[in-house]
T-cell receptor, first 114, second 111 residues
């Protein structure tokens, strides 16, 4: 089944404790992206990747890092999480960054930073 | 999830009626538009898309209308069912690698 898989689905942690949210897609998609979703706001892009070893900042990259060493994986890293990073996070992928295709989303990761 | 929907406009429709959800998009240069459905506890799910060279596209029970003059997009759902209850939002893409997402509308289907 074609899917985007995120782990963990839920995490409660404390300020300053490094964490990684994994994202994996099995569709051989080139384009992958991370978003956060907060009440009253649309999905806001954190980082995106157009292919292996090609990443760039989205609208709200501060406090986050990403890597794209393999085509299927696009982990989101919070080196020193803070309470304002408490949010619902989504990973998404699409076939190509250049064409017009919809993005496929994972089921989300709810992070709570205390 | 539920917390995302706290500040959203809500459309309540009777089961079996047609629903129309509207979206104003921001960039007149956008040339691709998508509607997503988001159920509680799940990620956004693709419903239908449309390119800017079209003004209407139909799927199964859904129709998207695009009015580029006023930068307006609408999603029509025919014979709305309880399973259609969710948050719906539009997305636009134009000339870049970025998608811009709307904040969404909550659809409540009344039995």
């Amino acid at each position: 089944e074609a899917q985007v898989t995120q782990n963990p689905r839920y995490l409660i942690t404390v300020t300053g404790k490094k964490l990684t949210v994994t994202c994996s897609q099995n569709m051989n998609h080139e384009y992958m992206s991370w978003y956060r979703q907060d009440p009253g706001l649309g999905l806001r892009q954190i980082y995106y990747s157009m292919n292996v070893e090609v990443t760039d900042k989205g609208d709200v990259p501060e406090g986050y890092k990403v890597s794209r060493k393999e085509k299927r994986n696009f982990p989101l890293i919070l080196e020193s999480p803070s309470p304002n990073q408490t949010s619902l996070y989504f990973c998404a992928s699409s076939l190509s960054p250049f064409g017009n295709q919809p993005q496929h989303f994972g089921d989300g990761t709810r992070l709570s930073i205390l | 999830g539920e917390s995302v929907g706290l500040h959203l406009p809500t459309l309540s429709v009777q089961e079996g009626d047609n629903s129309i959800i509207n979206c104003a998009y921001s960039n007149s240069a956008s040339d691709y538009f998508i509607w997503y459905k988001q159920e509680s506890g799940k990620g956004p799910q693709f419903i239908i898309d449309i390119r800017s060279n079209m003004d209407k596209r139909q799927g199964q029970r859904v129709t998207v209308l695009l009015n580029k003059t006023v930068k307006h997009l609408s999603l029509q759902i025919a014979a709305t069912q309880p399973g259609d209850s969710a948050v719906y939002f539009c997305a636009e893409k134009g000339g870049t690698y970025k998608y811009i997402f709307g904040t969404g509308t909550r659809l409540k289907v009344l039995a």
